[in-house]
Structure formats: structure tokens, C-alpha cells
């Protein structure tokens, strides 16, 4: 009886592993706020970080039309840059891909002039993996980025896992937009 009370401990524990597991794919980086998130392409994505970061305990700002200059004249030290886009959301805003393309690189350049954290998150998963837009939205963001978060089922092509290994960024791959908790504490060592 109690070896199969052990082996029912044993089952349950692994079984919570793989649950609430990530992956994480080349070497660790490490980053710290003020964080600044926002949006390639207009998706609910910068939201739903800054709402996870308030659950880990990070303060997070939120500017979905972020622009370089804000960035300049603020103190971040990390910018979180959500891939996926909204044809609801950019139509909103009163913006397209091609504005989106030019607002997002130059966030990028000032964010690497001021040695801030890039971080790409592609955390809403395959639907955002659909048409031209989301692509360019990836290829703005994810090879610039210094660490990249994804989604699981954003990745069954393994694009980001190959783009980690290529160009040596750290990639963290959660099963559920929610396991974003985790490599958040991770990255910025939140106990």
C-alpha cells in the first residue's frame, strides 16, 4: 500500500511537470523594469503581457502606438514587443502594416541605442500565424529581439526554435498564453 501511495505521489508530480513545463532553447538572459510593452500589429497581445506581468508582480506600461521617441525620454530597460496581428485592431488605431513595419523599427533602434532588453512574444498562438500581415509582424520582431517567448502551437513549424539556434537568442516555449508566468519570473528574477 504504501509503495503504490509513492508511486501515485511520483505519477502526480510528473504529471504537474509536464503541465506547467517550458522549454527554454540557448543560453539565459536576464533582464529588469521598468518594462514598456506594446504590439506589432495592433492584436490584444501587449495587453495580455502587461496584465501577466501585474499576476508575477512587474510593473509593466502598456502603449500600444509606442513610438522610439517615448522611449528616449523615459528610463525603461525593457521593451516587450507582442507579434500577431489585429486587422480589427490596426483599422482601430487608424494605422496598416506599413506604419506598424516603420513604428516598430524604430522602437528597435532606440531600444538598442539605450541598451535596453528586446523581448519578442508571440503568446496568442497559431491564429496569429495566418496571413502576410502576422508574418511581417514576426519578421520585424523576432530576429531583432534578444529573448523570444512563444506560444506552443505558434511554433509547430519550429520557426522560432530554428531563429533561437541560428542567431543565438534564448527561447522559451510555453504550452498556454497564461505559462507566460513563468519565464517572466525567470527573465526577471521574480521569485
Known sequence: M???RVKSVFMVMMLLILVFSMSVQGQEVTAEGPIIATTCGQSPGALMVTQ???????ECEQQDLLEGDYLKENDFKTVIITMG???????????????????INGIIEVANEKGMTIIG???EGEARRVDDNDAKSIEVVAPYSHII???EDSNKDGYFTDLGEEKD???YVIEKTLGLTEPLKEIFQVE
Open 121 to 123: 512574444a508571440h503568446i
Open 85 to 103: 496581428t489585429s486587422g480589427k485592431g490596426m483599422g482601430a488605431a487608424g494605422t496598416d502594416m506599413k506604419a506598424e513595419v516603420e513604428r
Open 149 to 151: 517567448i512563444v506560444r
Open 52 to 58: 501577466i506581468c501585474k499576476q508575477v508582480g512587474l
Open 2 to 4: 504504501f509503495n503504490s
Open 169 to 171: 537568442i534564448p527561447v
